[in-house]
């Protein structure tokens, strides 16, 4: 079994709102930075967000800053990342993946950090 597992894509038209959560099992998720990402068929992997392992440092990808959030709850081990405003562009697999930094109140998007990778979720916006 994969250490995260991904759960809430779906099918969403285009401005709606969609939110997919991430279920970490096997380690401690105070330890470990959790960022999301997503690739559409075709295109590089695109680094979306991530969240430091205490909580207090979250980044956002250019393109979707103001309209994404993201969350962590430690007692449940799942990370949410709720997703508004959604463009067609943005069908894709949405991945969440983990890494342990050497501060704990970091983390990055570049997509190599990452230790442990999730089996993905699609997400598709349309009409």
């Known amino acids: 079994q994969l250490p995260l597992v991904e759960s809430g894509g779906g099918l969403v038209q285009p401005g709606g709102s969609l939110r997919v959560s991430c279920v970490v099992s096997?380690?401690?998720?105070?330890?470990?930075?959790i960022g999301w990402f997503r690739q559409a068929p075709g295109k590089e992997r695109e680094g979306v967000s991530c969240i430091s392992p205490n909580g207090d440092f979250i980044v956002f990808g250019n393109s979707v800053k103001g309209r994404f959030l993201l969350s962590r709850d430690n007692a449940k081990n799942t990370v949410h990342l709720q997703m508004n405003s959604l463009e067609p562009k943005e069908t894709a697999v949405y991945y969440c993946a983990a890494y342990r930094p050497f501060l704990r109140d970091t983390c990055t998007v570049r997509s190599g950090e990452y230790q442990y990778w999730g089996q993905g979720t699609q997400v598709t916006v349309s009409s």
């Open positions: 096997g380690f401690n998720l105070d330890d470990y930075a």
